[in-house]
């Protein structure tokens, strides 16, 4: 084989990463070597690249500057839980519901897919950080891809460059991460974790959960195995911090199922009434927290960036989010109009009387189908974003005073209520549930568990995770207060209760003075609930105290049903389920 291209080895490389790196390009022999550097120059130089190799559409840069355009494979659209693996040596280790692979037999397996892989191609080594440099909960990963549009996309979602190198030292301990495009065929698309060598190989696909590698795959599948052993948290939370008018603030993290608002909340806007409070984003997507020295608990956002969904995002919707993308961003799969800017289902603009949709197909309002993919993306750098917190780039992290939980349910669960301790909030999370709506597969409104919204990207036996989350209280004095919202409870007429978005607001001051000490609440067999006097109505307008009674009503029999619904997940893990969470779901049954 001829040797490819080498550009000069940075000088910050160390043996250990440059012996993995060799042994990568031996692998794959690709034509060429590049080695990523993070700088402005770079990326100038690589979006020039990809717009003459047809990789991106340069958009109208005086309306949407620094902002492009790509289309991937219509079969490439998303993640692909069927087709992601935890190899592990022993199954037990990936758990019930995780699809596992003997690590020995993936590797050969991969190997052969990747043998001459990238023949042709460029290969990007792409050192990135995960976390403020500096933070000792940070990490570092290597990955090599020969994909433009990851490197592109890398750049904007971690921190990536010398950080990393100079974050790592002469140390061995970085995740390796191999992504080879192929063909972009599913039939040899694979997404495989090995968390015991903190690897990942990622082949056929080239879409951001699949092919980002310190997103999903690192921040969550191989961090929450990371954390158990280390004895922290890596979980699909966003991290706001609530700052009052006299400049008090208090820091929450969130965890929702997709499509139950939770960029929208990250990047909250007050309402008017809520003159001279503050909402401050720390991260939209994920948290890594630790416990701190103090006794409380510590939380960092590992990412530099928000991939975030593009349909239904509007200035009425998410405003932030609108500011956020109007520069230097990178759109995937929406809509190209003839004004050469970017539209989707749910923007402020009407609908184009005609434009390109995401196949590169003319498209018109009479089409019959949606301009955008529904999964369509925007990448950009959370510097972008208007309530965009300092305490974002603090090492240390930011201490976090309450934990929410939330889904979308049209009826059962209330507007709000709080969990009466630790152990009992490990259980409300765990038994959290979305209902399908019309775009999903199944019958629109089932339950679908997913607890702590992390079924689908913890790294290993469910079962020990809750096990993890319970033994991490005997390390905090003071543990967060835990919640649960649902903002998507509905009257028989099937209209919304409660009205949402800015207002959500109301929901988070009363959380906020809860952890605090400034207000009371009522006992009920689900937890605290706030007492209407203690929550904040006034000035809204459509919506009455007896309203309020009715979005926060528990009714006994459907909650009877939701507890023996519960069964259907704890039954997959029953074998390695804590004792804890079987004695408070018998505690709840005996309090309804």
């Known amino acids: 084989m001829n040797d490819p291209q080498l550009d000069p080895v940075p000088p910050l490389v160390n043996p250990h990463a440059l012996r993995w790196i060799t042994e990568q390009v031996r692998l794959t022999t690709p034509d060429r070597v590049v080695w990523c550097d993070g700088s402005v120059a770079e990326r100038d130089r690589f979006q020039e690249q990809a717009v003459s190799e047809g990789i991106l559409i340069r958009l109208d840069q005086e309306k949407l500057p620094g902002c492009y355009l790509h289309r991937s494979q219509p079969n490439d659209v998303a993640r692909v839980e069927g087709l992601t693996y935890i190899c592990t040596r022993s199954e037990e280790d990936a758990g019930p519901t995780n699809n596992?692979?003997?690590?020995?037999?993936?590797?050969?397996?991969?190997?052969?897919?990747?043998?001459?892989?990238?023949?042709?191609?460029?290969?990007?080594?792409?050192?990135?950080?995960?976390?403020?440099?500096?933070?000792?909960?940070?990490?570092?990963?290597?990955?090599?891809?020969?994909?433009?549009?990851?490197?592109?996309?890398?750049?904007?979602?971690?921190?990536?460059?010398?950080?990393?190198?100079?974050?790592?030292?002469?140390?061995?301990?970085?995740?390796?991460?191999?992504?080879?495009?192929?063909?972009?065929?599913?039939?040899?698309?694979?997404?495989?974790?090995?968390?015991?060598?903190?690897?990942?190989?990622?082949?056929?696909?080239?879409?951001?959960?699949?092919?980002?590698?310190?997103?999903?795959?690192?921040?969550?599948?191989?961090?929450?195995?990371?954390?158990?052993?280390?004895?922290?948290?890596?979980?699909?939370?966003?991290?706001?911090?609530?700052?009052?008018?006299?400049?008090?603030?208090?820091?929450?993290?969130?965890?929702?199922?997709?499509?139950?608002?939770?960029?929208?909340?990250?990047?909250?806007?007050?309402?008017?009434?809520?003159?001279?409070?503050?909402?401050?984003?720390?991260?939209?997507?994920?948290?890594?927290?630790r416990p701190g020295a103090d006794g409380r608990l510590y939380a960092i956002n590992p990412e530099a960036g928000y991939f975030g969904v593009a349909p239904g995002t509007n200035a009425g919707t998410n405003p932030n989010a609108m500011r956020t993308i109007a520069r230097d961003t990178l759109f995937t799969n929406v809509a190209h109009t003839p004004e050469n800017t970017v539209w989707w289902e749910g923007h402020d603009d009407p609908p184009p009387a005609n434009c390109t949709d995401w196949q590169g197909r003319p498209w018109t309002p009479q089409s019959g189908e949606k301009a955008a993919h529904p999964n369509s993306r925007f990448t950009a750098p959370m510097t972008n974003n208007p309530s965009l917190a300092p305490e974002a780039f603090d090492p240390e992290g930011v201490p976090i005073s309450a934990l929410i939980f939330g889904g979308r349910r049209?009826?059962?669960?209330?507007?709000?209520?709080?969990?009466?301790?630790?152990?009992?909030?490990?259980?409300?999370?765990?038994?959290?549930?979305?209902?399908?709506?019309?775009?999903?597969?199944?019958?629109?409104?089932?339950?679908?568990?997913?607890?702590?919204?992390?079924?689908?990207?913890?790294?290993?036996?469910?079962?020990?995770?809750?096990?993890?989350?319970?033994?991490?209280?005997?390390?905090?004095?003071?543990?967060?207060?835990?919640?649960?919202?649902?903002?998507?409870?509905?009257?028989?007429?099937?209209?919304?209760?409660?009205?949402?978005?800015?207002?959500?607001?109301?929901?988070?001051?009363?959380?906020?003075?809860?952890?605090?000490?400034?207000?009371?609440?009522?006992?009920?067999?689900?937890?605290?609930?706030?007492?209407?006097?203690?929550?904040?109505?006034?000035?809204?307008e459509g919506f009455s105290g007896a309203d309020f009674e009715t979005v926060q009503s528990i009714n006994i029999e459907e909650w009877r049903r939701e507890v023996l619904s519960q069964d259907e997940l704890f039954m997959r893990i029953y074998s390695y389920l804590p004792k804890e969470m079987i004695f408070q779901r018998e505690l709840l049954v005996a309090r309804l």
Not at 503 to 532: F, Q, S, Y
């Open 100 to 289: 596992w692979a003997e690590p020995r037999a993936m590797y050969q397996r991969l190997a052969g897919l990747c043998t001459g892989g990238m023949r042709g191609r460029t290969l990007y080594v792409v050192p990135y950080l995960m976390g403020p440099a500096g933070s000792t909960m940070a990490r570092v990963g290597i990955e090599l891809t020969d994909s433009l549009y990851v490197v592109l996309n890398m750049r904007i979602m971690t921190r990536m460059g010398n950080v990393a190198w100079e974050h790592l030292g002469d140390r061995d301990d970085f995740n390796r991460g191999l992504h080879c495009l192929l063909d972009i065929n599913p039939e040899r698309r694979l997404i495989c974790h090995f968390p015991q060598d903190n690897t990942i190989i990622s082949v056929g696909s080239g879409y951001g959960g699949n092919a980002l590698l310190g997103k999903k795959c690192l921040a969550l599948r191989i961090g929450s195995y990371l954390g158990r052993r280390e004895g922290w948290l890596a979980e699909h939370m966003l991290i706001l911090g609530v700052e009052s008018p006299d400049g008090e603030k208090t820091y929450v993290a969130a965890a929702f199922p997709s499509a139950c608002g939770k960029t929208n909340f990250a990047m909250l806007i007050p309402p008017a009434r809520y003159k001279g409070w503050k909402i401050w984003t720390v991260g939209e997507d994920i948290a890594w927290m």
């Open 410 to 540: 049209a009826s059962t669960i209330p507007l709000v209520y709080e969990a009466f301790n630790w152990v009992h909030g490990v259980y409300v999370g765990a038994t959290m549930g979305s209902e399908t709506t019309a775009a999903a597969a199944g019958a629109v409104g089932q339950v679908r568990r997913d607890p702590m919204a992390m079924l689908p990207f913890c790294g290993y036996n469910m079962g020990w995770y809750f096990r993890h989350w319970l033994n991490l209280r005997k390390r905090m004095k003071q543990p967060p207060r835990i919640f649960q919202v649902n903002w998507f409870r509905k009257d028989a007429t099937g209209r919304f209760l409660w009205p949402g978005f800015g207002e959500n607001m109301r929901v988070l001051k009363w959380i906020v003075d809860r952890c605090h000490g400034r207000v009371g609440a009522w006992e009920t067999p689900l937890g605290w609930v706030p007492r209407t006097q203690d929550f904040d109505l006034d000035g809204l």
